[in-house]
């Protein structure tokens, strides 16, 4: 999509320069060691695997400075509790049990998080500005909102600590907005942890309308009989990376990966995913489905690894693809590394158009040309989408895919 120069690409003097440090009582040696590491290090380039598709020319050559300030354009729930992030910095926080900000803890309680040498795992530690730090115990009274609003070209660094401890239950929306104007870099890590018998549904909303760069990152830690379900829905957005691990380290377990991508123009999405299971008995499911217009990009690569141990493994991975034009490209790559013989796996992942005698066939029924291909690509994108259980999530995804597409979901 971009033109590669591999000059400015291994370069990361020009995203750290407007930065400062962080604020947060981090410890100073692993601090030092990860500066150490950011000092040394280069931007991933399409030779490194996992950015194979993914030219970061755009994040390269980009000039960031100051913040300015964002309205609070929507909420999703009609009753949730309520997080804001503007510009990287939390503007708004609902009193509840258990929730902090990242800059109220002390430095002790800043050992939890746990960073790793991945170019923006790192550049998120040092330089984070504030985040969330959750303690979920019982099942919560009603859904967490966390609004995510950049505007302005601005870095925004910003760091969640989540652990929902036994038996509890909670569902919490990350959304991320941005408004036409806005060349912001957003990079945001979130580290998740499921106790025995939790259960968490996160449901990520993506809907920035600007030249935003939206790179994301969900570390994810399943206990003993926990279950964990996340639904991405990238509805609009110039360039956006997500990456999710789900590191199964309990029987029992059950995750689920659901995702749908909608791009056009000269969008690009890529999502990668990790399902690692390290012990037996554990189930995983994984659904992502893209529709791209126009001169799009996306790209799709997940990856299911069953350890030597991890018998009796259900785990299945499904990614399907409607170009909509001869430019749109999508590039999909799913896996299976399986090393125990004991599993019930699969995978797979198909490319197409739509079908024209389904097109005929509904305009013969007097249904319009356009009308015809909307009603065939909600169906594609609904058998995802049907998997969000909550209403009111429902509801604003419908409404977005009729103020982009004119679709009725």
């Keep these: ?49 996992n950015w194979k598709y993914t030219r970061l020319t ?20 009609q009753d949730a509790y309520r997080i804001v992030f503007d510009n990287g910095k939390l503007v708004r926080k609902d009193a509840f049990n258990g929730c902090r900000s990242l800059t109220e803890l002390t ?4 050992t939890q998080l746990k960073p790793n040498k991945v170019i923006f795992d790192a550049l998120n530690f040092v330089y984070a ?13 009603k859904p967490i909102e966390i609004l995510h609003l950049s505007n302005g070209n601005k870095v925004n660094n910003i760091r969640h600590y989540i652990r929902v401890h036994s038996l509890a239950k ?16 957003s990079n945001i890590v979130s580290e998740i942890h499921l106790d025995n018998g939790a259960q968490l549904v996160i449901n990520k909303l993506q809907v920035e309308r600007g030249l935003d760069v939206n790179i994301s990152r969900e570390k994810v830690t399943q206990h003993r009989d926990s279950v964990f379900t996340m639904n ?3 509805l609009d957005g110039q360039f956006v990376r997500n990456d999710v691990e789900i590191s199964v380290q309990g029987v029992n377990a059950e995750s689920n990966l659901n995702g749908v991508y909608i791009v056009r123009e000269q969008q690009f999405i890529d999502n990668h995913t990790i399902i690692d299971h390290q012990v037996p008995h554990c189930l995983s499911n ?27 493994i259900n785990a299945f991975q499904s990614n399907a693809n409607i170009l909509m034009s001869e430019d749109a490209t999508v590039n999909a790559k799913p896996e299976l590394e399986i090393y125990a013989d004991d599993v019930k796996c699969s995978h ?30 909600s169906a594609f994108v609904g058998q995802v989408l049907e998997k969000i259980e909550h209403e009111d999530i429902q509801t604003f995804i419908s409404k977005k895919l009729q103020e982009r597409f004119g679709w009725e979901n």
Excluded at 23 to 31: D, I, V
Excluded at 353 to 366: P, V
């Design 170 to 185: 909670a569902e919490i929306s990350l959304i991320f907005s941005a408004d036409e104007e806005s060349k912001s870099f």
């Design 348 to 377: 797979g992942s198909t490319t197409g158009q739509l079908d024209e005698e389904a097109i005929f066939y509904l305009k013969s029924r007097g249904i319009s040309d356009s009308g015809a291909r909307n009603l065939l690509v």
């Design 1 to 49: 999509m971009y033109a590669v120069n591999t000059t400015q690409v291994n370069k990361l003097s020009q995203l750290l320069a407007p930065l400062d440090r962080s604020s947060l009582s981090l410890e100073k040696e692993k601090m030092q060691d990860l500066q150490d590491f950011l000092e040394t290090a280069n931007l991933p380039t399409t030779k490194d695997e």
């Design 107 to 110: 430095s002790h309680e800043l």
């Design 232 to 234: 991405t829905i990238s």
């Design 129 to 141: 500005e504030d985040g969330i730090f959750l303690d979920v115990y019982g099942d919560l009274d």
């Design 286 to 312: 994984e659904l992502y489905k893209g529709v791209i217009f126009d001169k799009a990009t996306a790209v799709f690569n997940g990856k299911v690894f069953v350890r030597k141990d991890a018998q009796k």
């Design 58 to 77: 755009k994040l390269s050559n980009a000039s960031f400075s100051g913040s300015q300030n964002a309205n609070i354009p929507f909420t999703v729930y």
